[in-house]
T-cell receptor, first 109, second 116 residues
Framework: GIQVEQSPPDLILQEGANSTLRCNFS?????LQWFHQNPWGQLINLFY???GTKQNGRLSATTVATERYSLLYISSSQTTDSGVYFC???????????FGAGTRLFVKA | DAGVIQSPRHEVTEMGQEVTLRCKPI?????LFWYRQTMMRGLELLIY????????DSGMPEDRFSAKMPNASFSTLKIQPSEPRDSAVYFC??????????????FGPGTRLTVL
């Protein structure tokens, strides 16, 4: 099946710093999502981005489908950005969603 | 909208007991997904439904697990008999197909299951 790899696995930032999270996938996909799991366990959708670039406030994401990777940018990080960021993909022809292992982010005040 | 609703939020049971987890998707959504999250295996899709019909159950770990969606506003995930290795957080998510190409899945708060 399709493989999803996220890097880095762990990231510690000082408040105000910027960061880039990466998601590589092993096959063509028609569905790519980024989620944030907060410290209370709630999964919150950030972006649906199978290709192209989107921005939402301090967050933006870019997916280069032909090269099979996606990037999530966090600018001016805040302590509330802490948690785990997941990339999830689904292949063409269905919606069987595969999650990566996540990037655990801790933002220090 | 209330979002995806799951119950119970926490369940502690003994090995061998039957466990039923419940999910109410967002009104109007026609896709429903059940996931399991563990430290060892991360987030795994167990099964998903479209218009109340199971589409892909290849992620269901074994015959002890079953899922139903009797109507558009309710789904259950049942484990019978439960085992300690079933301990995990179980998430339900829903989505709207006409927007699936531009939208995403909305997750419930999860049910934390502990099997002793």
């Amino acid at each position: 099946g399709i493989q999803v790899e996220q890097s880095p696995p762990d990231l510690i930032l000082q408040e105000g710093a910027n960061s880039t999270l990466r998601c590589n996938f092993s096959d063509s996909v028609n569905n790519l999502q980024w989620f944030h799991q907060n410290p209370w366990g709630q999964l919150i959708n950030l972006f649906y981005i199978p290709s192209g670039t989107k921005q939402n406030g301090r967050l933006s994401a870019t997916t280069v489908a032909t090269e099979r990777y996606s990037l999530l940018y966090i600018s001016s990080s805040q302590t509330t950005d802490s948690g785990v960021y997941f990339c999830a993909v689904a292949r063409y022809g269905g919606f069987k969603t595969i999650f990566g292992a996540g990037t655990r982010l801790f933002v220090k005040a | 909208d209330a979002g995806v609703i799951q119950s119970p939020r926490h369940e502690v049971t003994e090995m061998g007991q039957e466990v039923t987890l419940r999910c109410k998707p967002i009104s109007g959504h026609d896709y429903l997904f059940w996931y399991r999250q563990t430290m060892m295996r991360g987030l795994e899709l167990l099964i998903y439904f479209n218009n109340n019909v199971p589409i892909d159950d290849s992620g269901m770990p074994e015959d002890r697990f079953s899922a139903k969606m009797p109507n558009a506003s309710f789904s259950t995930l049942k484990i019978q008999p439960s085992e300690p290795r079933d301990s995990a957080v179980y998430f339900c998510a829903s989505s709207f197909s006409e927007r699936l190409s531009t939208d995403t899945q909305y997750f419930g708060p999860g049910t934390r299951l502990t099997v002793l």
